[in-house]
């Protein structure tokens, strides 16, 4: 299996410029997270899905951030607009019930300059 | 509502023992234990269940204590492999959302 596979690695844009990271979970997996790290923060839950319905957003932090999942392979994050504080590492994970175990992707580096 | 781990770094040398804590002033469901190497993304360590036997494997393991709502995670005869940042990952409710902490730094030298 490949795994967890987020793009792009790396992003950097200016501030006021629409970002959108994508994550394509591991295939039969019914949960898909995103994460936000930063020093100051730690590793923070932003939203998750189950079979691609949103259940808890309560860490999206503000309406410039959104999440979608269209299908059960595919998986969206947009930030519009971007600001400087935004700058983090942008992780995606997946799981399934049965399991509990969350495989992480490889991260997504996001600098809004 | 963010666990509470302690210590926040620690070193060590090659061969020697650490304990890292997690505590939780809500009762847990479960914990998950994670580590993460500099630059790259968090790896499954083991899961401990409300109820549950203390798990482990090679010379890692955890257990879980339910009154105290805290979780420790054992690291004996250290190599230098096993440094990195050690996360615990709190869940409330048994419905896969995870509170981490803020992390522990196991330095491991030669």
């Known amino acids: 299996d490949a795994g967890v596979i987020q793009s792009p690695r790396h992003e950097v844009t200016e501030m006021g410029q629409e970002v959108t990271l994508r994550c394509k979970p591991i295939s039969g997996h019914d949960y898909l997270f995103w994460y936000r790290q930063t020093m100051m923060r730690g590793l923070e839950l932003l939203i998750y899905?189950?079979?691609?319905?949103?259940?808890?957003d309560s860490g999206m932090p503000e309406d410039r951030f959104s999440a979608k999942m269209p299908n059960a392979s595919f998986s969206t994050l947009k930030i519009q607009p971007s600001e400087p504080r935004d700058s983090a590492v942008y992780f995606c994970?997946?799981?399934?019930?049965?399991?509990?175990?969350?495989?992480f992707g490889a991260g997504t580096r996001l600098s809004v300059l | 509502q963010q666990p509470v781990q302690s210590p926040q770094a620690v070193i060590l040398r090659e061969g020697e023992d650490a304990v890292i804590n997690c505590s939780s002033s809500?009762?847990?469901?479960?914990v998950h234990w994670y580590r993460q190497k500099h630059g790259e993304a968090p790896v499954f360590l083991m899961i401990?269940?409300?109820?549950?036997e203390q798990k482990g494997h090679d010379k890692i393991s955890a257990s879980f204590n339910e009154k105290k709502q805290q979780s420790s995670l054992y690291l004996t005869a250290s190599q230098l492999s096993y440094s990195g940042t050690y996360f615990c990952?709190?869940?409330?409710?048994?419905?896969?959302?995870?509170?981490f902490g803020q992390g522990t730094r196991l330095t491991i030298n030669p």
């Open positions: 809500k009762a847990l469901y479960s």
């Open positions: 990952g709190t869940d409330y409710q048994g419905a896969q959302k995870l509170v």
């Open positions: 994970a997946s799981t399934t019930m049965t399991k509990g175990i969350q495989y």
């Open positions: 401990l269940l409300k109820g549950g």
């Open positions: 899905f189950n079979n691609n319905v949103p259940i808890d």
